[in-house]
């Protein structure tokens, strides 16, 4: 059984941050094979994904055939444009379950913490905010946090963040099987090098003012397709 909790907040710069939680339960499951339950659950949730996402690998697997984009173009675009570039904050950045270091957009799977006469659970949760990507001009390409996805699913973390990990509700103690809480994550934070597929708009600047004799303030973004739902990230790794 699923309690999904979506919330979308303004903050004072005009970004959203989105938080989703999914909580399932794990039924009467022993203590000590939770961990094993955690990893089922990350495997149905990958197999939802794959399911519902063709379209969005086709557009993976032609990457290599599309050249980078490396300045904005000069029009919106009726086709996908394969983007590449350093990702900046456009919102708050925060910790996770997972990490300490601050992070733009994460998505988190842990075992909650247990309450007595009540079935354990597993919670799904998807955070972050608004963020651009820098391109190789240094001209940023805004993504708004409704739309982003990251692409591979969560992977299990040897040493998580205890304290974020109590604060939302997890279970921080130590684990039967692995010694340490059982938490799989994956995450993206400013400065990442990440490449992703959509149309780039212009849009009017929230709260923008026009200088004398410019016009009406443009921001760009990456947006997805008519037929697609989100923006999906793929972190590169580091050099």
């Known amino acids: 059984m699923n309690d999904p909790k979506d919330l979308r907040r303004g903050t004072p710069m005009q970004s959203r941050v989105v938080e989703r939680r999914l909580r399932t339960r794990a039924g009467r499951v022993p203590s ?39 300045h904005l173009p000069p029009e919106n675009t009726l086709t996908p444009l394969r983007v590449r570039g350093t990702l900046v904050a456009r919102g708050p950045s925060f910790e996770t379950p997972g990490s300490p270091s601050p ?28 963020l651009a990507i820098r391109l190789p001009s240094g001209e940023l390409l805004e993504i708004s946090a409704q739309v982003i996805r990251l692409s591979g699913i969560p992977r299990r973390i040897p040493a998580p963040n205890l304290a974020e990990l109590a604060r939302r509700g997890g279970d921080h103690r130590s684990g039967p099987l692995f ?18 597929v959509g149309l780039v708009v212009r849009e009017v600047a929230p709260a923008g003012d026009a200088a004398f004799g410019r016009g009406t303030p443009l921001v ?11 923006i999906y990230l793929h972190k590169l790794a580091r050099r």
């Open 103 to 130: 992070v733009l957009f994460a998505r988190t799977i842990f075992v909650n913490r247990e309450h007595p006469g009540q079935p354990r659970t597993i919670s799904d949760e998807l955070r972050g905010s608004d």
């Open 32 to 70: 000590e094979m939770l961990p094993l339950a955690l990893l089922a659950e990350t495997v149905v949730l990958a197999g939802r994904l794959i399911g519902r996402g063709f379209t969005e690998l086709g557009d993976w697997l032609s990457l290599p055939q599309r050249p980078a984009l490396r």
């Open 179 to 196: 010694g340490l809480p059982s938490v799989r994550e994956q995450s993206v934070a400013e400065g990442d090098t990440v490449e992703a």
């Open 220 to 230: 760009a973004r990456l947006v997805p397709r008519a037929h697609d739902r989100h």
